[in-house]
């Protein structure tokens, strides 16, 4: 027999009954019924029941084992009774009397549980991750994690991709983080450093004829930590190919992530058809430009309507230059409460507020009030106020006048609630209502002012009301392309021209774009969103050395100082450079996204925590003098 084991803890059924077999693992848990034993046994593959009465010959030993114990055991296989059969695992079947164990690692007291789902503060889990990983859910996402990425990888060999690796160290290169720089000692006060990603390596592959590249890339940026981001490091799915448009590129990636989703996406809904949305759609839309489709909610301007309106806070402000107003409609949320909730999150993002309206339906002392308010109107034969009113077109327009509206499909009237309301008037509240498609129990919020200033926090509104309405469908993946980002931005302190965007990305137009606005240029660049997060992006290369230093150019970036810090990519650009583009794909978002996980670090091994750093390996750590003086360093203490 093996040394170790005969099988594992997830492999035996009542075939195996009778049969005397040998398993190791660590015990999940120790329960005592009475003088008889119980204990389940778990491996990588799964758990065993074991147990031991004052009959088995190592009895004494079984009742020192403790939790996290790595043990090995030889025992006789049993049919559990009918009735403790437990169907929830493979091994539900049987259990294993002990006949003999070795201990083969005791554990001490334990610093937080593998069994059970207790929570235990991050930097515990971090600083002994090989406990938290042995914990159930964890075991699954890394497994999880693993399958992905060697799905991914035959899926890219299967349509005539070949893995290439690159250079892990590099020259220091600005590509939007910062660099992690790496000392060299047979240089001395020079550096080295890790790629933000292999951008100009799979370029230059393109440039040596290869035409299609891939690799799963490790990627290291010096980043302040989000929930969905590695302050270190990361890995992705990086391709490239040669004589390609923007819709070869989504093409190529398209079936490669919808199959990935579909396969391990536990049988929610992929979406097949992703729709192209401009940059600018985008970011009027959603707030975004990573938006989370599952909602259905789309932002709209409705500045016209409070233009010269009483409401003076939005008349005022339009009266500025930039300026708009934009809705959030808020189907199903027309209810004051709800909308006094809306107003206070606003306020706690660093808002005043926001604006809102709401459509209810009209009361019988409403009613009451306007049949009291209409002039000349017949309240004798037959006529039955107020469904026959619905009737007559022109009392209808008076009623209107009066703030009360008649809805046929429901043969209800309702009337405009809020603020907002009372100060715009019936008329314009009724022509927002009918732009934003809304009815009685719907609401709409409203923020104004430059879109930058207010955008990012329309965008968490927007996801906040569709999460508390239910309107957003959890149960899908929503898959979208974002496009036609523009290149160049112009800081509004300083009026300096600077890229936007990866200043890598061939101009739409080429170089008779760059002759015109520079804010007006678009790149062929493009974003892939799914469910809220950036999943891909990508580009098709500006490959043309004139149209590249022109695009520095116009940014402020001469000529030399493009050949100083791109110099071994120009340099290929002069020698034949075939078109190009590609695309990065996330692997750790991706599998996130599988996993429902909603912090990156459950499936990520062996991650940083908030403040990068490693509490279990206890970096960064302090170098040794020996060290800084073969590498030409002298640390300098920050000021305190």
Partial sequence: MHAYRSQTCADLNSAHVGQTVRLSGWVHRVRDHGGVLFIDLRDHYGTTQLLADPDSPVFAEVEKVRSEWCIRIDGEVKARDEALVNPKISTGEIEVFIRDLEVLGAADELPLMVFGDQEYPEETRLRYRFLDLRREKLQKNITLRSDVIASIRRRMWDIGFREYQTPIITASRPEGARDFLVPSRLHPVKFYALPQAPQQFKQLIMMSGFDKYFQIAPCFRDEDPRSDRSPTDFYQLDLEMSFVEQQDVFNTIQPILAGVFEEFGGGRKVDTDWPQISYRDAALWYGTDKPDLRNPIKMQVVSDHFRDSGFAIFAKLLQQEGTEIRAIPAPKGGSRKFCDRMNAFAQKEGLPGMGYIFWRELAADGLTKIEADLDGIPTGGGFGFPDDAAKDPQLLKQINQLGAWYDPDRNRWFEAAGPLAKNIGPERTEAIRQQLGLGVGDAAFFLGGKP?????????????????????????????????????????????????????????????????????????????ACNGYELVSGAIRNHRPEIMFKAFEIAGYPAAEVEARFGGMVNAFKYGAPPHGGCAAGIDRIVMLLADEANIREVIMFPMNQRAEDLMMGAPSEPLNEQLRELSLRVIEPDS
Avoid at 489 to 512: I, T, Y
């Fill in 452 to 528: 930058a200033q207010f955008q990012s926090v329309a965008a968490k509104a927007r996801v906040t009301i569709g999460d508390e309405l239910g309107l957003t469908d959890l149960d899908r993946f929503a898959i979208a392309w974002i496009v036609d980002f523009q290149i160049y931005e112009r800081d509004e302190e300083s009026g300096k021209v600077d890229f936007e965007h990866n200043p890598f990305s061939m101009p739409q137009g080429g170089l008779e774009a760059l002759a015109g606005d520079p804010l007006k240029v678009l790149g062929y660049q493009y974003d892939l």
